[in-house]
Structures are given as C-alpha cells and as structure tokens.
C-alpha cells in the first residue's frame, strides 16, 4: 500500500530552504510509491496541531515548483522548538503519531538546521519504539554554515553571495568623499563566523573589506582601534566585517555593552549590535567619521540574489533525503562532500542524524590569518565556488515572483 | 579650435549617476567638436583644487563604458559643497576658472540634485560675467526623487527597485512564525517619502507593506498604534515602511527622540532612527514582537538590483545635457517628461537650472490615502513602470562588475 509524505521546515528562513522542499516534491512526484505529499504548516508544531496542507494541488504544475525554487524564507512556515526527551512528554509525541496515522504518512522529511536534526532523531528513535513505520529524514539548511558532517549547508552560498555583493557595492558607495570614513558592518553568526567570512569574496572586485573580526578569536578593543588606525594610514574609506557574535577575552559578547543601562524613553535597554558598539568606539576614539550598517533579514532572505549554485544543491539535497527513506533509511541526514574546487563538484549521501544534531562547526584556525583580522586564501578558495551564477528569480513587471503556499483552516495560533 | 569637455559628479551617490556619467561620455565620443574628456575628483572640490583626470583613455573602451554603466555610486568620487555667492568668494571663483582654463574646457557637466544645480547656476552666471565661453551644465540625479521641474529624476527608480524587492522578500521572511510581530522598515527620504512610497510596489506580489508613514504627513503616535492594532487583527505579520523624515505636529523629528538625553558607554547621544523608534513604541504599547530594519546605503548602492528603465534614461539625461551645450546651451539642466503611462515613453529637454535649484518636489496629498497611513493607485500607477527590466550587472564569478576611475595625483584632502 502507497504511503504518503508529509514534509516540515523549521529554524530561520534562508533564500535555499523552498528550492530543498522544492527537491523533496519533485522526487516524490517520481515515485510509484508515494502516495499523497502534504506539508506541515509552522513546522512540527503542525504535526502536533494537525495544521495540514495538500501540496500535491500546486505543486504539480512545474511553474509554481519553479516559483518556489526562487521564493525565500519556509513557504510552509517555520518554528523554532525543540522537543523534549519522548520519555518527558508522552502526550506530545502522542499528538505527533496520531497525526502521522490520520494522514497515513510513511515518509516524514524535516528541513532544518542542528536543532531540527535533534527532533529528526527524537521522532526516529520514537517510532522504532511504536514500531509505526514512519521513516524520518533530515534534510539540511542552515545560512549560518554551522552543520556537522557536510562540505557546506544549503543557504550558506546565497547569504555568502548576498554579503559578497553588497560588500563590493558599499566600497563603490563608501569611498565617494575625500574624508576619512569607517563603515562597520554587522553580520548574522552568534558563534560562528562563515557568513562574516564570505565579505571577503568582495576583494575579488574591489578593495574591501579591509579587516574581518570573527566569533573564533577573541576580540581585543585596543587590537581593533590599532587595525583601524593602520588601515586609515592607507585609505580614506576603510570597511570592516564583524559577526554579531564577536566576544571579548572575557567571553561577554560586544554586542551586549550598548545595552548596559542605557535606556529609552520608555525605560527599555537599547539592544545595541556589535557593529553600533564599534561604531562609537572609532567614533570616540580614532576620531574620524564613523558609521554601522546591519545586514538584517535581508542576508537571509535576499533570493533574488541566490546562488545558482546553493539553490541546486538544496533541491539535490531534498531529492536525496526522499530518495533514502524510499530505499528504506530512517534517522538520516543528506549531506553533500566536495570532490573538487576547480571544477567545483560534489557528491551526495546521507549520514546518521545523530552526527549532525545539536553539533556546531566552526572556522578553522589555520582560515583565519594569524592577526586574526582577515581569513587566509584557504578559506577564499573554500567560498567562491559556492556564490557562482548569475543573479535570480523570475521577475514579472520588474519584480521578483514569489510562491505563496496554501493555507489550510486557519488554527489558533500559539505565541 | 575643439574644446574640451570636464564632467564631475556631486551630492549622494546613488546606482545611476554612473549611468549618466557614460551618457555624457558616450555622446562626447561621438561629437567633432569635444577634443578630450575629463573628470574632476570629488565634484566642485577636484575643480577648485585642480583634481583632473584623463577619462578618455579608459571610457573609449565599451567594455568599460558597460561597466561604468552598472558601477554604483559616483566613479568620480563626490562631495557635498555648497558655492558662496561669487560675490563673496572671488578668489575661489578665480580657482575653478583657472583649471577651466589650464585644461582648455568649453563644456562643464555637473551631475547632482537640486544644491548641485545652485553651484551650476552660479558657475554659469559667473562664466557669463567673465566672458570665458565655458557652457556649464547640470545633469540630474537623486534617489530621492524630489528635483522639481521632471516627471522623476534618476537614481529613483533603481532605489525604489531595490526598496520593492527587498519588501517582497521581507515578507516572505516576517510571516514564517505563528507569532504576532511587527517589522519596521526605515527608508530614506528626510524631506519627501517618494522612497518609502516605493514600499508600496511589493504589493504587486505580496501582502505587505500593511502602512506607510511619509514625512509629508504629520505623524501622530495615537493614531499609528490604531492603525498596527487593526492590522494585527487580520494578520499575524505585520509590515511597516516609514520614512526617516517623519515627524510629529509640532514639526520635531520622530526620529530624534531616541536621542532625548540618552548616551552611550562614551557619553556620546545614540542616534536613533525613526524605525527604532517606533519598534520600542510597538513593543511598550502593543506589547507584541517587534523588530526595525534600517535600509541604509544598501538602498543607494545596490546596482545589482538598478531598473533597466533607469539605468537607460540616466544614460539618456546624459548625453541630452551635452547635446544641448554643444548646440549652445549654458545654465540649463537635462529632464525627462513623461508622455504615457502605457506604453510608458518619455521625451527628452533641458530647462533653467534655475526651476530646479533649490527646490524640492513632495508627494502631492491626493497620492496618500486619506488616513495617511498608505498611497492611492495613482501613485502606484506613476512607480510601476520606473522598476521594470530584469536585474542588472555583468557577472564573474558570481560577482557584479564594477568600473573604478583612474587616480590623478593624490592630493591633500580636505575634511
């Protein structure tokens, strides 16, 4: 008897996450064993809910598939929990298999990052204890570059490429005046440093950025401000990458000092980043013209800007999670391992989820240059191959076409 | 005997004044009568301090002419610099006309927004007065669309692309979690909202933005939270783009009010931005999740994501302010007016750079809804065909292209 697939997305959104929901589909759409293919809307918390959608309606017709290739962010909505131990929570995991058996689910992939890849090998471990036959899948994403057990994770290459690019535009943009001027950028990574990193691909074209101040190194203020001055000795505009997660010796983290007591009117602490504290800090004591820039959502989000190459990898990758729960895999993983960097090619394969989950890769010591304020041509020839392409998304009347899932009842939502 | 020609480049960068640079140049190329092409670094300051490089040698290449063409920002390099009256500054004067002479120019293109056309009406009164046959120029650009005296100005319709998308695509991000939270988007326009109004064109494919706040409005908080509380009623995400010259009744900034006594670690104000603000507002008196997003230079530089139908009437606004000084023209400005809507077409002029300088053009009421919290149709009608055309920029490996002038001899800057 047919079985049918139900697939989840969860964590934060990348630009790649819909072209790996995008992979699942099309390979089940090729399967004689498939029956139904149905999403989860807001990730397992819709399994839990029983908030199910049918995606077979849509997503037959290759144009929408296509559209969701290019759409960023969980088309099927996302969440951020983490179950606990099946033992804990008997009822919640009740729910889960109760809904799995309504819709005679066989095949359930989840798209996520390490956290979701614990809850892939919660539910796998749990339903060979029910002995209920659901087979359960990760697959990757992530833009943070952090999974264990891969080269490198779907969404990283089209958040590197955005970064890239907007790097190489803001060093045209910042050097316009004649007037000593520090831009400090601000990007995403709270422990790891990949997606600040990739700035560095903008010397490809351009001179910028000029230091790149990673969560791997402690960050010494007295260090930075000797960088900056060195740097402003050579150049009027000097553009410096930090990741969010930049800590002093003492482990604090920079990005918390803005916060310490300082107010607004309504007597809330300001959240200042890392850049903004930088900011001030040249700004006080270098004593030149000093700006920050935050990359916000728009590192995550930005499709319009994908990489070509991300984006086939992420679809692969879904196609390989499917593929290995209908050769009988459960409690897996795809991942993807480089073969070569010129031609840049990879193959793919599955790995138990057990060696991904809850596991934090970081940048190795010997990418990052011994000043520990730039990274070294390793990592250079470790990043280009994965922003290639030209630049995305189908566009209607100039902008980009997005595909918008289907919405099932509309159940009370939960904060 | 052949003249020669100076171009130079002034007030905020944006991706098109480039485009108009090629415009002036590729028209020069193609003219008996301009002997060779120069640019002045840094505007008016390259022309004071005799700042000149040779831009014939590098621009006769069409390849990197195309480029130019899709470099943000100002290749020339840039400043803000307002002229005294000549009366008051002779010797200044005297400069900028010895370097008129010593590089023998008969035609001088200065291309900005409404000060940059003050230093051109000047300049081409001050030539007149002195008899030196110097036709002066001025081409338009300005992100901000508030030149009066044309149907849009360049640099506009690249931002509002860029400003359109980014919408789009932050709302696929802000609506993945089944959580109610409030994003904020702030978009440059101290004076005029014709930016955040670009906002609205993400509605073409989305949901959002759900309002729209512009400086030409009063803006009143009483009134804002109604509107975030209706709107939160009928969706989980809600998208907010306001202006950063939004103010209260009483005229003052909203954005300053983060400033009101609140300093950091150094003593120093925080400068808050109108987004921020307006999150702890959402956040205090909501009480839901809130978030601001600061659009920043990416707004200004992302050439990547220019409109095709700018880039080509930068172009275009070019070449028409040389065309008219070799024909004999002085102290006019290029313009656009727009013929029809659709098919979208355009004619070319020039007028007295006196109806522009100076001056500035705001959204017209009847283009804001009512409640002043969104824009009418016929304003969505007038935005829709400036961001046509796919996405720009020639790529290699995966990143944009970008030209970078020639550097005369480094001389000492000014801060």
Known sequence: MRKNLLIAQSGGPTAAINATLAG???RALTSSEVGGIYGARFGIKGVLKDDIVDLGEPLTD?????????TPAAALGSCRMKLPAPGEAPDLYDAIFKTFAKWNIGYFVYIGGNDSMDTVQKLSACAEDRNCGVRMMGAPKTIDNDLCGMDHSPGFGSAAK?????FSELWCDCRVYDVPAVTIVEVMGRHVGWLTASSALARVTGDAPHLIYLPEIPFEEERFLADVRGQLEKNDAVIVAVSEGVRRPDGSFVGEEGQNGVTDVFGHKYLSGAGQVLESLVREKVGCKARSIDLSLMQRCSAHLASSVDLREARLLGGTALD????????QMSVLRRLSNSPYSVEYDTIPVEEAANLEKFVPREWINEE??????DMMQYLVPLI????????RRGMPVHFFAPK???QDSEA
Chains 1, 2 share one sequence.
Do not use: C, W
């Open 24 to 26: 699942v589909v099309e």
């Open 62 to 70: 290759p144009k929408q598939l296509g559209h969701l290739m290019h």
């Open 162 to 166: 955005y970064i890239a690019t907007t």
């Open 324 to 331: 290995r729960a209908l050769a009988g895999g459960t409690g």
């Open 372 to 377: 520990g304020n730039f990274v070294t041509l």
């Open 388 to 395: 290639d392409g030209s630049f995305g998304s189908e566009t």
């Open 408 to 410: 099932a009842h509309r």
